[in-house]
């Protein structure tokens, strides 16, 4: 019985934290997903980032960011040009619109990182990262 609690409250939180991050996202006509892309690509200026990493970095399938990000290209959030180490791969870069979007974008996920660490101590945060990491990443059986 706890497991079906604990799954049914890790739903309600998820469904509730992504109307919070869309409500904000929704003030600058995005989406959480396009506003968590641009976080990513921001703090990885760094290096060439393809497709593949954005991914990678949310667990999505190439369906999903192939159609997240040809709507980030329509309203001019993002461009690809061909890499520099492989011309057969697009790299993507945030445009100059989503470059004025960045603080924005990282001071409100700054700020509810606060708030977690304002409610909770490092100990309880790992064990909800280990929890969450465990859900996100365990195998079906």
């Known amino acids: 019985m706890t497991s079906k609690n604990t ?4 739903k309600i939180a998820s ?4 109307r919070r991050f869309d409500a904000f996202a929704k ?15 921001s703090h990885n200026k760094d290096r ?5 990493d954005i991914e ?4 999505i399938q190439r369906s999903t960011a192939t159609i997240a ?19 057969r791969q ?6 100059d619109k989503a470059h004025a979007l960045e603080r924005k974008i990282s001071d409100y996920m700054i700020h509810q990182q606060q708030i977690l660490e304002k409610n909770f101590t ?9 929890f969450l990491k465990f859900q996100a990443f365990q195998e079906e059986k």
Request: aromatic residues 12%.
């Open 7 to 10: 799954n049914t409250l890790l």
């Open 15 to 18: 469904t509730q934290l992504s």
């Open 27 to 41: 003030d600058y006509d995005m989406t959480w997903v396009q506003m968590s892309i641009i976080d990513f690509l």
């Open 48 to 52: 060439e980032l393809f497709q593949r």
């Open 56 to 59: 990678e970095e949310f667990f």
């Open 69 to 87: 990000l040809q709507r980030m290209e329509k309203k001019d959030l993002i461009y690809r040009k061909p890499s520099t180490q492989d011309a």
């Open 90 to 95: 697009k790299s993507v870069y945030l445009t």
């Open 122 to 130: 490092t100990e309880e945060l790992t064990i909800v990262e280990k």
